[in-house]
Nanobody, 117 residues
Framework: QVQLVESGGGLVQAGGSLRLSCAAS????????MGWYRQAPGKQRDLVAG???????NYADSVKGRFTISRDNAKKTAYLEMNSLKPEDTAVYYC???????????WGQGTQVTVSS
């Protein structure tokens, strides 16, 4: 059974930084694509950043140059480094794992990020 455990959210002032972690178990992590999404109250869940099994990355325009997604296959963990945070980055952040065998999506429980102005 695939499980994703997120951590690292919290309250930070505008301009500050946070690093989110997503620890995976129950699947071959190194073959899986990973993604970070966020959902603000009353809004849809949107992609923030993604990383393939080969390490290629993509970002939403709103976070380019500020956020960095990475992965450590030995630790089976994906990260989202968030710098220069803005109040509009406030949301619940979710990680997603795409299982390599059938492209099935697994989601973490979410972690709250709140950026105060």
């Amino acid at each position: 059974q695939v499980q994703l455990v997120e951590s690292g959210g919290g309250l930070v002032q505008a301009g500050g930084s946070l690093r989110l972690s997503c620890a995976a178990s129950g699947t071959i992590f190194r073959l899986s694509a990973m993604g970070w999404y966020r959902q603000a109250p009353g809004k849809q869940r949107d992609l923030v950043a993604g990383i393939t099994s080969g390490g290629s990355t993509n970002y939403a325009d709103s976070v380019k140059g500020r956020f960095t997604i990475s992965r450590d296959n030995a630790k089976k963990t994906a990260y989202l480094e968030m710098n220069s945070l803005k109040p509009e980055d406030t949301a619940v952040y979710y990680c997603k794992l795409v299982r390599f065998s059938d492209r099935y999506n697994y989601w973490g429980q979410g972690t709250q990020v709140t950026v105060s102005s």
